[in-house]
């Protein structure tokens, strides 16, 4: 898919973005945790963020980009994942963290990239050759403006490699 095409996938998502987020979120005056909280469908990563003890750190300054995986995305991991990640805080900091990039990055510069490295510490990789990929997972919604960044809504969740 040439740059122009993905270019106009990115600009028809957010548009859907726009028009799915909640109003209070158009004027920016939300923060990341309270604009994914109001849409409905990020419960698990929001019990995820308080059990990681990760609430305020998205609620803070930043800018922050995050690549916000849907109850469903968390629906399509192998049973009793999640309840694991839950029970170990070290590990699912480390999922969590994966899906955040420093700084606000949004659509249109996110085609541009090849990879981005996480929070966490190792780096996604971005295809935008059919669409817009965050490793396997696509992205649903994009440029979904917060107070303090912006979520870039995505069908999986990102599992950071094991470190050696």
């Not at 548009?15 to 004027?27: C, F, G, N, R, W």
């Not at 995820?48 to 003890?53: C, G, I, S, V």
């Not at 998205?58 to 049973?79: I, R």
């Not at 700084?103 to 295809?127: E, F, H, I, N, P």
């Amino acid at each position: 898919m040439s740059m122009i095409k993905s270019w106009c996938l990115f600009v028809g998502l957010a548009a859907a973005a726009a028009s799915a987020a909640p109003a209070h979120a158009e004027d920016h005056k939300s923060d990341i945790v309270d604009t994914a909280v109001a849409a409905g469908s990020f419960k698990t990563l929001a019990a995820a963020l308080k059990a990681a003890d990760l609430v305020d750190v998205l609620k803070g300054e930043g800018p922050y980009t995050v690549f916000a995986p849907t109850d469903a995305a968390f629906k399509k991991l192998p049973e009793g994942t999640v309840e694991a990640l839950l029970k170990d805080k070290a590990k699912l900091k480390a999922v969590l963290t994966y899906h955040v990039v420093k700084g606000k990055v949004k659509a249109a510069d996110v085609v541009k990239l090849k990879s981005a490295k996480t929070v966490q510490g190792q780096t996604v990789a971005v295809d935008a050759a059919d669409g817009v990929k965050i490793n396997d997972a696509k992205v649903t919604k994009a440029d979904i403006e917060c107070s303090n960044g912006v979520i870039h809504v995505i069908d999986a969740v990102l599992i950071p490699h094991d470190k050696d």
